[in-house]
């Protein structure tokens, strides 16, 4: 039986990412959340990897650090296949959709 070690945890990641981001531009959390339109206290639970944002909260990020939400978004997902290739030596299959998997059921009238 092979065991695999569990996949790395996203929001963790995505808080390495705004923590790196802040640091870089040597920004405190308040600072950071007046700009992005948010509360402190959500920053830190943000870095922390206890909440993740939303599109409006990631686009906030994006116009306090001066880019893009996607490009916050590319690196957490970097970093997270990163993790995985060096936790499990290759990416998993993709999963198939939801609705690819559904059986069609009939109908019932």
Known sequence: MSHHPPPPDISTIFGEVLHDYRSTRDISQEELAFEAGVDRTF???LERGIRQPTITTLIGLGQAFNVSAADMVLEAEKRYLQQVRDGQ??????????????KRQPQKR
């Open 43 to 45: 920053i830190s639970r």
């Open 89 to 102: 030596g290759e990416i998993k299959e993709k999963p198939q959709l939801y609705s690819s998997r559904m």
